[in-house]
């Protein structure tokens, strides 16, 4: 891998995702990538857990929540859009089941940077709660 460190955009996975997502802005591909992991029966690979943080980032700069570190070229691609109720919901029960189950998550027990790790995913949820 490329890039690699705690944040939701910084690896090669979430960093394709959020390309593709810049160049096709729509809900379907934001949907996709997070029932892929809120849906999931067993521990959830490396990339599709990545993308699914990515996408629920997506989500919650759409609600008005981004992170600091928010991509500047998502940031005009997002511009204008509205998501429903449910697809904030799938966010968080997606980045639930990351936490849960998944290589992201063991690959980052792993690390001296786990609770760093943790910590944004802990953030991440929050932001896709706030009002």
Same mark, same amino acid.
């Given at each position: 891998?490329?890039?690699?460190?705690?944040?939701?955009?910084?690896?090669?996975?979430?960093?394709?995702?959020?390309?593709?997502?810049?160049?096709?802005?729509?809900?379907?591909?934001?949907? @996709? *990538? $997070? %029932?892929? !992991?809120?849906?999931?029966?067993?521990? &959830?690979?490396? #990339?599709?857990?990545? @993308? *699914? $943080? %990515?996408? !629920?980032?997506?989500?919650?700069?759409? &609600?008005?929540? #981004?992170?600091?570190?928010?991509?500047?070229?998502?940031?005009?691609?997002?511009?204008?859009?509205?998501?429903?109720?449910?697809?904030a919901?799938?966010a968080?029960?997606?980045?639930?089941?990351?936490?849960?189950?998944?290589?992201?998550?063991?690959?980052?027990a792993?690390?001296?940077?786990?609770?760093?790790?943790?910590?944004?995913?802990?953030?991440?949820?929050?932001?896709?709660?706030?009002?």
């Open positions: 891998m490329g890039t690699w460190d705690y944040r939701n955009f910084d690896n090669d996975d979430a960093a394709d995702f959020a390309e593709s997502f810049r160049l096709n802005p729509n809900e379907a591909v934001l949907y @996709e *990538a $997070l %029932a892929t !992991a809120a849906e999931a029966d067993e521990t &959830l690979e490396l #990339p599709e857990a990545a @993308e *699914a $943080l %990515a996408a !629920a980032e997506i989500v919650a700069a759409i &609600l008005g929540h #981004p992170a600091p570190d928010f991509l500047p070229g998502l940031t005009l691609a997002i511009n204008g859009m509205d998501i429903d109720d449910d697809l919901e799938l968080t029960d997606a980045v639930q089941a990351v936490l849960r189950s998944s290589e992201l998550q063991q690959e980052w792993e690390s001296e940077q786990y609770e760093q790790w943790q910590q944004h995913q802990q953030d991440l949820l929050a932001r896709l709660a706030a009002e």
